[in-house]
């Protein structure tokens, strides 16, 4: 299956010979911003641009000499996983200053700069803007004072801005998601996951203290994704009197039998009033009312350090080379932009209009407009909060609606990081829309064999974090079983199915949708949620257990290049997971800075392999220490692991040694990631209100049953682009290669002469796809929730 055409050749079309592109880090550190760093340098340097470090922000930029200084490709080597900024940040006073604008001026015109990328917070980026509309002025005082001469007014007309944010807090409206969040999640989740098992022995309620001054994105998404008990943010208030309603929910919590309750502030948490709800507040209303043993944990700069998550080396990587395009595509009326992803694709937004909309959501607030400032943060962030406040409130059995119909819900094929938040979700939304939920034990097997009984709100507490299937899970298709599948929906008067797995529950559904033909009991609204390491799913860019399994393959990948440090030079083959699917191989590549990923998708033979040493062989007589080659299990069934390893090794000699890992189930295990777990609490609850809203549909007065035979009641919800989107299941039989298991088109394959010109190879790069410039309030979607903000 051959690479998608090349629409344009970049390095023809885009020249950057002549420019001068400085990038600078400003304000606080973020992980992910060295894969920033590392992809604008890369990509400036491939396209014949000169490219600067400016080291300690824009007060390297004030005080110029050795803060700026020339960057070469060697030099942003080994920092992919390093956390923090290499290049250095700090806060700078002179900056705001005319005088330290004008000396900042003088030290870029001095060295032909007239390109800026900035990667930082709303303040930075602000900054950079007040800067390029002052430039023309700066540079006409500065030729005045007699420091440069005419000419360089003409020369340096314009400056070029281009934003990156940078934040932890994914504060930045416009954006989906901003360099660092996804880590700082990490570590939250990390720490939640670690005090919990403590908590459980002891019979503790913890209260976590997480950052979030003016916003709560990172205390309500780890509170989504861990099932806190209690979540207090600065957007949304609690109302009044909602001390006595959170010790109400944490005391019914206890008496249900759980051990632990886990509360989460963010440190901007306020009152209706205005007054802050601090973390040792919570401990001692928690004392003094219930008398539990409470603990505080505050987390602090624990959250800014460590390595940056697969997601962020991925979103800095696609980011720092959009910047370079959107860069080498400005003209002197462009406005300063800000560039990312929305979805699965690049976006441009013009940088004041996203400032404004950030400081309208300040604004809202300080005006206690709290409804107000949850819309304006975005539908996923208001989307997050619905989810939470569906999940973890719990109705009183007098209020729930009555519906009468019972909906089961199981996994079908291999066990997948993020399935069981994914069955807690439909159990608890389907709960609350008034259904009765079965829970059907390891698959159609179990299914056929009766293994279905009745799931309740409290059975599936604690659920979001494990990893692999509670339920269980087989790869057994319903076909050979179709009759004693059907028996067991009429004993247990089953009116709809949630399928939550991988590319057998898409083959299941199909088989189903067949057999209502013959049994009118499949004659049900039917919906599968993807949920497969392989990400080989049709009719969906990305599925549940993916970004585990990335993140597993990237982490080991750090460790097995960190082994070879202080060694002579090594390249590491590793063999990864996907069936023919070559995701994680790519993917992963990219995350972890491979020098090749061979994948099924796009053929190889022995002149490729032969190119790829050459190609090692000659950086690895530079300074690069390490390479690092990744290829899919089913990439080719002749040029195996071996026979890679065996070619490296024979053409390696006298220039590098190699060593082989076969990654193997690892990929499969773990606990799941905060964006998994986000990822399947959302789109299950999405798929379980398709459900009610089928059931209610096709639900027939006169016979008293559900009759669902239109293609439409048999779905598969996937991500789209920018959107989750229901799509019948036979019609995605056109989309499938059934033979090998993976969709015919797919997203990810564009990533590839990303990961070749990031590893030093002459590739053509498709900018067809590259952002255009959009604004922010028309940027969004009717069901952005599906945005990679999960």
């Not at 796009?602 to 040493?613: M, T």
């Not at 398709?690 to 009641?713: C, H, I, M, Y």
Request: a neutral charge.
């Amino acid at each position: 299956m051959a690479q998608p055409d090349t629409k344009k050749i970049f390095f023809e079309n885009l020249s950057g010979a002549g420019k001068a592109i400085a990038v600078l880090t400003s304000g606080g550190d973020a992980q992910g911003m060295n894969a920033a760093v590392r992809a604008v340098v890369r990509m400036g340097t491939y396209v014949g641009a000169k490219v600067y470090f400016i080291r300690e922000g824009y007060q390297g930029m004030v005080d110029g000499g050795e803060n700026i200084i020339e960057a070469t490709w060697e030099s942003v080597s080994s920092m992919l996983q390093v956390g923090g900024t290499v290049i250095g940040s700090a806060r700078c006073k002179d900056f705001r200053t005319h005088e330290g604008r004008l000396k900042a001026a003088l030290n870029l015109v001095k060295l032909g700069i007239t390109n800026l990328c900035v990667i930082g917070g709303d303040g930075s980026l602000t900054g950079a803007n007040l800067f390029r509309e002052e430039w023309s002025g700066l540079l006409a005082e500065l030729v005045e004072q007699g420091s440069i001469e005419r000419q360089s007014v003409e020369t340096y007309s314009a400056l070029h801005i281009v934003g990156m944010v940078g934040s932890i807090d994914n504060d930045f409206c416009g954006t989906d998601m901003t360099i660092g969040t996804d880590s700082a999640l990490h570590r939250i989740i990390e720490v939640v996951d670690a005090i919990m098992t403590t908590a459980q022995s002891h019979q503790r309620t913890f209260v976590l203290e997480v950052m979030g001054r003016h916003c709560g994105y990172l205390a309500l998404v780890s509170a989504l994704a861990c099932g806190a008990d209690w979540v207090l943010i600065p957007e949304m208030p609690p109302e009044d009197g909602w001390e006595e309603k959170m010790c109400q929910k944490l005391s019914a919590t206890r008496s249900r039998g759980t051990r632990l309750n886990i509360i989460i502030v963010a440190e901007g948490a306020i009152d209706r009033h205005g007054k802050p709800i601090t973390s040792s507040i919570v401990k001692d209303l928690v004392v003094k009312c219930l008398g539990f043993d409470t603990r505080v944990t505050i987390l602090g700069h624990v959250q800014r350090g460590g390595t940056p998550s697969a997601f962020d080396r991925i979103l800095a990587s696609r980011m720092g080379v959009e910047a370079v395009l959107a860069l080498l595509e400005t003209t002197a009326n462009t406005p300063a932009c800000v560039v990312s992803l929305s979805g699965n694709q690049s976006v441009r937004l013009p940088l004041m209009e996203c400032v404004q909309m950030t400081q309208e959501v300040q604004k809202a607030m300080d005006e206690k407009k709290f409804e107000e400032a949850v819309k304006l943060r975005g539908r996923s962030f208001e989307n997050n909060l619905k989810t939470y406040k569906l999940l973890a409130h719990r109705k009183p059995e007098s209020e729930l609606p009555i519906s009468n119909f019972n909906v089961a819900v199981l996994n079908v094929g291999a066990p997948a990081a993020g399935m069981n938040a994914a069955v807690r979700s439909a159990v608890r939304v389907g709960i609350s829309e008034g259904h009765k939920m079965f829970a059907v034990s390891d698959g159609f097997e179990g299914f056929y064999k009766g293994q279905i009984k009745e799931i309740k709100w409290a059975d599936v507490g604690g659920w979001t974090g494990q990893g692999g299937s509670l339920l269980g899970t087989k790869r057994t298709l319903p076909a050979k079983h179709v009759g004693k599948i059907a028996e067991q929906m009429r004993t247990h008067n089953i009116n709809a199915l949630l399928v939550i797995g991988g590319f057998e529950a898409f083959l299941s559904l199909l088989e189903l949708l067949t057999a209502r033909g013959k049994y009118e009991e499949f004659c049900v609204p039917m919906i599968m949620v993807p949920a497969t390491v392989s990400n080989n799913i049709p009719g969906s860019d990305l599925s549940i257990g993916a970004d585990t399994a990335l993140n597993a393959i990237t982490t080991t990948c750090d460790r097995i290049k960190q082994s070879a440090s202080g060694t002579k030079r090594r390249v590491f083959i590793i063999e990864t997971m996907g069936g023919y699917c070559g995701y994680l191989a790519t993917v992963a590549g990219l995350a972890a800075g491979a020098d090749a990923a061979y994948i099924y998708e796009e053929p190889f033979d022995i002149r490729d392999l032969q190119a790829n040493v050459e190609h090692l062989t000659e950086k690895m007589k530079t300074s690069i220490q390490r390479g690092l080659v990744l290829r899919n299990e089913n990439s080719n069934e002749n040029y195996t692991t071996d026979f890679i390893y065996q070619l490296y090794s024979e053409e390696g000699k006298g220039v590098f040694d190699c060593r082989k890992n076969v990654l193997g189930h690892m990929q499969q295990g773990g606990a799941p990631s905060p964006f998994d777990r986000n990822f399947g609490t959302k789109i299950s609850a999405k798929a379980m209100q398709w459900v009610t809203k089928k059931l209610v549909e096709t639900f027939r007065q006169d016979e008293g049953r559900v009759f669902a035979n239109t293609e439409d009641s048999c779905c598969l919800l996937g991500m789209r682009r920018r959107a989750l989107v229901f799509q019948p299941v036979v019609q995605l039989k056109g989309e499938t290669d059934f033979v090998h298991r993976i969709p015919k088109e797919q997203w990810w394959l564009k990533l590839r002469p990303l990961m070749k010109i990031l590893a030093k190879y002459k590739t053509s790069y498709d900018v067809s796809d590259s952002g255009q410039l959009e604004h922010v309030v028309h940027h969004l979607p009717k069901d952005s929730d599906a945005s990679v903000a999960m």
